[in-house]
């Protein structure tokens, strides 16, 4: 997790300088407490970036931060799991006070690793003091077959060793990423993907923190949030948990993909990379994107253990940006502008992203075209569905034709269409200016496509290339 330590740590550098500024000592989840129930009487936002959980997620959350649960978020990909734990790392102090060079944070009036109880033992009230910011805080593990105790725990460190330590003293030991994650936040991502003996190892630092390690009983009382994520299939005594670690999760938190389609719209906003692609998706074609993705996440001919992942949308928004932005280099369009032509290159970019069922097998394709089609049309009517289109429609009564493709430029397009009236009325329904080329033909472009979706024009469709034509006539 990228760290924005600033300069503002605090002064106090020994731990008498910090008895005498009243620093208290607190454990992490009492921290977390304090801080989620500030923000809860304040009105401030808990969660930045969290979409769609207000009303069902969210409170199950702050509530097992409450009561101090170590918890499980369990739900199918993509549905927010690690973005919503790397939040919890806000809800931390902006800084805390460490024994200087400890390599599990011990705090500076109760040290616990061998080294600082040494030191403090020594030096007193002159013992050195550090300050780490939350963001150093929060330790990540994915899950995997191969992780070892080592790498959660810790093991001997043979250098030390060969330094002319005795393997019977603890300071020979090199912790692992939990007892180094102590005072903060340790998440495992996947945790059913743990070994059943890595899972053991981590029924001490649940009920009794504490860790062992290679015959050493090091009795460190570690202070840690621990928080997992899993896939509910396998989070089950018939998976891949062991019932005794499971049972010390204080709480189970299942997650969803966004229930409303304004929620996926949202998320599409906030987490596609349209400003850096330097291209305008208008809403309309945004809106699709999210229908499309819905309705395959929904569709009969898709495994729904595997889900369909909110990445989905993602990518198929950035992919409509990308196409507009590769018109606008090859054609020199001042503007990218995404229009309805983008849309079909959404299917094979995504085809990887979902796993159907074993009976679909070689209607891959045909079957996400469909539903795609489907979220065109939808999206046709509810914003131009009830719209005036006799004006575009005229242009065909005396049997002309309108070709458009990837590669016509909008000034093209508008120039094979001609004056269309009511223009302006349309492109407004659309939710945008219409005051560039690239708009008004966006615009069009989908009033042509939705005409041809409800039967009231024929579409004529090339195959050959990447860069297909459509003709649209009576």
């Not at 309309?284 to 929904?298: I, K, M, N, P, S």
Request: net charge negative; aromatic share 4%.
């Amino acid at each position: 997790m990228p760290s924005t330590t600033n300069e503002s740590a605090p002064a106090d550098t020994t731990v008498g300088a910090l008895r005498a500024d009243g620093h208290l000592q607190r454990p992490v989840k009492a921290e977390i407490r304090h801080n989620l129930l500030e923000r809860l009487r304040s009105g401030r936002s808990r969660f930045p970036g969290i979409v769609g959980f207000d009303d069902t997620v969210l409170p199950h959350l702050e509530r097992a931060l409450l009561a101090g649960h170590d918890m499980v978020l369990l739900g199918e990909r993509g549905q927010g799991k690690t973005r919503l734990i790397r939040t919890l790392v806000g809800l931390l102090d902006e800084w805390t006070p460490v024994v200087a060079g400890c390599e599990i944070n011990d705090h500076p009036y109760a040290p616990v690793c061998v080294r600082c109880r040494r030191l403090a033992a020594e030096l007193g009230e002159e013992l050195p003091v550090g300050w780490r910011h939350r963001d150093e805080r929060f330790g990540e593990k994915l899950a995997t077959p191969d992780t070892s105790v080592g790498d959660l725990i810790g093991d001997v460190d043979p250098i030390k060793v060969a330094e002319g330590r005795t393997l019977g003293d603890p300071e020979t030991v090199h912790f692992g990423l939990v007892p180094r994650t102590n005072r903060g936040i340790f998440a495992i991502n996947e945790l059913p993907d743990l070994a059943e003996r890595i899972q053991v190892a981590l029924l001490n630092v649940l009920e009794e923190r504490d860790v062992q390690i290679r015959g050493y009983a090091l009795r460190l009382p570690l202070d840690v949030l621990l928080v997992a994520s899993a896939n509910p299939e396998d989070y089950t005594n018939r998976g891949r948990i062991i019932t005794p670690l499971k049972d010390r999760f204080g709480a189970e938190i299942r997650t969803h993909y966004p229930l409303a389609l304004e929620d996926e719209l949202d998320l599409i906003r906030q987490e596609a990379a349209l400003a850096e692609l330097d291209a305008q998706v208008p809403d309309h074609l945004l809106e699709v994107v999210a229908r499309f993705t819905r309705l395959v996440r929904d569709s009969n001919a898709v495994d729904t253990r595997s889900g369909v992942s909110a990445r989905f949308a993602i990518a198929g928004a950035e992919t409509i940006a990308a196409g507009a932005v590769r018109r606008a280099a090859l054609t020199g369009e001042r503007e990218a502008v995404a229009r309805v032509c983008d849309l079909p290159a959404v299917v094979p970019t995504l085809m990887g992203k979902v796993e159907f069922e074993v009976s679909e097998e070689g209607r891959e394709q045909e079957v996400l075209e469909h539903l795609l089609r489907r979220a065109t049309a939808e999206t046709y009517r509810r914003t131009l569905g009830a719209a005036d289109l006799s004006g575009l429609l005229e242009k065909f009564d005396a049997g002309d034709s309108v070709e458009s493709g990837e590669l016509v430029p909008a000034t093209e397009l508008l120039r094979r269409i001609g004056q269309v009236p009511g223009l302006a009325k349309l492109v407004q329904r659309l939710g945008m200016s219409g005051e560039s080329p690239g708009q008004a033909a966006a615009a069009l472009e989908f009033a042509l496509e939705g005409l041809f979706l409800t039967r009231r024009l024929s579409k004529d469709v090339s195959q050959g290339g990447a860069d297909g034509t459509a003709t649209y006539r009576t």
